[in-house]
């Protein structure tokens, strides 16, 4: 009936739907959304559908069960909207964090091209001495009985190391001493 008087375009028809089925929509929206703004915003869709498609459901026989079919269609429209938000911000997240990964593994091999060339620049002796110590993990004294020098050379040699590498290196050397430190097992 009042349905029908919509139809008609008499304005209390409307007033009238809304009055009776507004807060049972209300409550079905709220039960599936647990947001009360985004329970009302979809009863408003619902019914602003509703009047302007008013002359396109001209065979709605049941009044309810159009409007609360529209209300679950639109729901699922906000809940499948959602699900699709997630995952976009999931992936992109996953995406931010393997280009992050991927970064940082080019500027650690960028950063030991750079050692690598900074040892090879060392004089010889030098350079011994310090992969020895560094690389190997051989205590001074050992260094020394391996290279038959002196401890006190030894100590000499990986000053000079050190000094040099930093010089070479210039604004990565602390970068890359650390790196050095950390490489001591890997090489």
Not at 36 to 56: H, M, P, T
Not at 88 to 97: A, S
Request: with cysteine; net charge neutral.
């Amino acid at each position: 009936m009042l349905f029908r008087l919509l139809l008609e375009g008499r304005e209390e028809a409307f007033e009238a739907i809304y009055d009776e089925y507004a807060l049972p929509l209300l409550n079905a929206a709220y039960k599936r959304l647990r947001s009360k703004e985004e329970a009302k915003e979809v009863v408003q869709e619902v019914f602003i559908s509703l009047y302007l498609k008013k002359n396109d459901i001209r065979h709605a026989g049941n009044l309810a069960g159009y409007l609360f079919t529209a209300l679950r269609n639109r729901i699922l429209d906000i809940i499948r909207t959602d699900l699709i938000h997630t995952t976009h911000h999931h992936q992109l997240g996953l995406l931010q964090e393997k280009h992050a990964d991927m970064e940082n593994q080019l500027e650690q091999k960028e950063l030991e091209t750079m050692l690598h060339k900074a040892i090879g620049l060392l004089p010889d002796k030098c350079r011994e001495a310090f992969l020895l110590s560094r690389y190997e993990g051989l205590s001074h004294k050992e260094v020394a009985q391996q290279l038959n020098i002196s401890v006190n050379t030894v100590e000499k040699h990986i000053g000079k190391a050190l000094r040099l590498l930093r010089m070479q290196l210039g604004g990565n050397g602390m970068l890359l001493l650390l790196l050095l430190l950390g490489f001591r097992q890997g090489l």
